[in-house]
């Protein structure tokens, strides 16, 4: 019996020690595989040091001027924060509800802030955030959603206003190199660069009429650099960030800037009288399917506004005669040297001059072409 139990105690520990044997080998073959894995490489390593760090050199000139133009525009770049108001039925709590982010910069040293109309569109309250992280309340000034503009005002310290320099757009060409800074995404102070793909763009405001000469650019505008600047190599503003042509919402490679000198015809009037002080013929005209209709290019006198531009240069109406026909009236076909060929057309026309204007309109009268001076009066 007791020759028994030893035989068995000798067998569990032979089977024991082959147990731990595979065990071993096991452990041995984990370690092996682990330390041969494309893991293993990033493990930390007790005798790793750091490495010697490579002198870079000089910074390039283009990367120069691309921080220059950074650092001295970026102090007039701002980000704006839209809200509205909700009222909570049981509680008449009223809260405001975030609508929306954009950027602007700063037009003057008295607080007035240029951005998209689309980007304070429907907003209840705007606020303006500078920089240096100082944040202020703006009051809407004037909008111009023709032309996808707006003014705001702040009341800044003197001292935190920059205006950012103002250039041209009417000398840009293709290929030049482009700027853009705004608030993408409501990251802050975001700098992209890119060059002028194409000039002489259209591109549609949210009243339907038509943004003509439209700078196009492959510097990223993404969501919120809608309002901000875009600058060319002299660190001059030549276009406000309106728009970009994408099927995600995020940018591929086309994005549209208002042009500079249009932004610099708009913003005074809006600054100044709060809306745009439009010159005017002082006529009323018919829907362009009349002219269409009649087979004539051109835009259909109905009305003339008393004591008008018009009626004071001779321009005549449509009437009813005593039998109660239809005598059309002038059909303005151009101003100056300009086709008119649209009620679109003849009002990008009439923007295009200022209060005072004296203007050669060219109309068609019972068949026969005249050209009549007619000095422009502000419309109403």
């Excluded at 709590?93 to 240029?114: A, C, H, N």
């Amino acid at each position: 019996m007791d020759k028994q139990n030893g035989q068995e105690s000798a067998h569990r520990a032979t089977l024991n020690f082959y147990r731990w044997v595979v065990i071993l080998l096991l452990l041995f073959v984990a370690i092996l595989i682990w330390r041969s894995s494309p893991f293993w490489p990033f493990l930390p390593q007790p005798s790793a040091e750091p490495r010697t760090v490579t002198p870079r050199g000089n910074l390039s000139d283009a990367e120069e001027s691309n921080i220059e133009i950074f650092r001295k525009a970026s102090p007039s770049v701002v980000h704006i924060t839209t809200t509205e108001v909700h009222t909570r039925w049981f509680s008449l709590e009223v809260l405001q509800i975030p609508r929306g982010t954009g950027s602007g910069f700063m037009w003057d040293d008295k607080g007035y802030i240029v951005t998209n109309y689309h980007v304070i569109h429907g907003a209840e309250s705007v606020r303006v955030t500078l920089s240096n992280h100082s944040t202020y309340p703006a009051r809407i000034v004037g909008v111009h959603p023709d032309k996808d503009l707006a003014v705001l005002w702040i009341n800044a310290p003197k001292h935190l206003l920059r205006p950012i320099p103002v250039g041209s757009s009417r000398d840009l060409q293709v290929g030049q190199k482009v700027y853009a800074i705004g608030n993408p995404f409501g990251l802050d102070q975001s700098l992209s660069t890119g060059i002028v793909s194409a000039l002489g763009r259209e591109i549609e405001s949210m009243t339907g009429r038509s943004i003509k000469d439209v700078i196009q650019t492959d510097a990223a505008i993404n969501p919120g650099n809608s309002g901000g600047p875009l600058l060319d190599s002299a660190g001059r503003l030549i276009g406000v960030n309106t728009a970009i042509f994408s099927r995600s919402g995020t940018f591929s490679g086309i994005g549209f800037a208002i042009p500079v000198d249009e932004v610099n015809r708009v913003v005074p009037q809006l600054a100044r009288h709060g809306r745009i002080v439009r010159p005017a013929l002082g006529v009323e005209v018919a829907p362009d399917q009349i002219v269409e209709q009649l087979g004539v290019s051109g835009v259909l006198i109905m009305g003339i506004r008393k004591g008008s531009p018009a009626e004071e240069a001779g321009l005549r109406a449509t009437y009813r005669d005593r039998s109660g026909r239809i005598q059309l009236g002038d059909i303005i076909t151009a101003i100056g040297e300009k086709k008119i060929d649209s009620v679109g057309t003849l009002l990008d026309v009439l923007e295009n001059h200022r209060l005072g204007d004296a203007v050669q309109v060219t109309i068609i009268r019972e068949g026969k072409k005249e050209e009549i001076p007619v000095r422009l009066g502000p419309a109403e």
